[in-house]
């Protein structure tokens, strides 16, 4: 197995264990604006990721994302299996055969991602979504990338871009979803999907430093997050 593949191994386990973990949470931030079953949703496909994660072909990057979208295709409800599946199969099609996988790569296929939500979801920036929180931490990692930045110090400076972002969207007016219903009374609350993506970020920046370090003392959003739920 490459060392890429070890690397996606990391980051999808601990966004499944981390969408599992936060069922409840995601449920609640889903309640203000939208239905409320966005927790509920996202955590019963990634419980069925974890469930066959052994399983699941790791002969390159590609093939391995490629399975872990359609799963999230096909086992999730409502719009986030499809918007998030697109993600994740768009993001493997980037990555093409490599075996090992570049920073530069990486924001390619990141971006790949995103390019695929927005024509799924027909999001764009601004429309209060997960775009929102997820686009600004790839401008943070592209930028750090570029001036050789460790990946470790990139990837927890993007999550921390990501839950300032994710927080910012409070101020913007839901133009997508069931939100979009509720047009100004929308203002004053972030979206779900954007602080979800904060969140597993968070975890994601978390676990790749433990790589190698001690786990750090939680604190931070991470404290903020677990006052709410």
Do not use: H
């Amino acid at each position: 197995m490459s060392e890429s593949v070890q690397k996606t191994e990391l980051i999808i386990k601990t966004m499944a264990e981390t969408i599992v973990a936060n069922e409840r949470y995601f449920c609640k931030l889903d309640e203000v604006v939208g239905d409320g079953d966005m927790g509920y949703s996202l955590a019963r496909g990634w419980e069925i990721i974890l469930r066959d994660f052994d399983s699941y072909d790791r002969a390159s990057v590609s093939a391995f994302l490629k399975k872990i979208g359609f799963v999230i295709s096909s086992k999730i409800g409502g719009s986030s299996g499809p918007i998030w599946g697109t993600g994740f199969i768009r993001a493997a099609a980037a990555a093409g055969d490599k075996n090992e996988i570049s920073s530069a790569d990486t924001i390619a296929m990141l971006r790949a991602a995103v390019a695929g939500i927005q024509q799924r979801g027909g999001a764009e920036l601004g429309e209060k979504t997960l775009l929102d929180a997820l686009v600004p931490a790839i401008d943070s990692l592209e930028k750090d990338f570029a001036e050789n930045l460790s990946s470790t110090d990139a990837i927890e400076r993007a999550a921390k871009v990501c839950a300032t972002s994710a927080e910012a969207t409070k101020n913007l007016i839901a133009k997508r979803g069931r939100a979009a219903y509720t047009g100004e009374r929308s203002i004053g609350s972030p979206d779900a999907g954007a602080m979800a993506i904060a969140v597993i970020f968070t975890e994601i920046s978390r676990a790749w430093r433990n790589k190698s370090e001690p786990p750090a003392v939680a604190g931070g959003f991470e404290e903020s997050r677990n006052a709410e739920r």
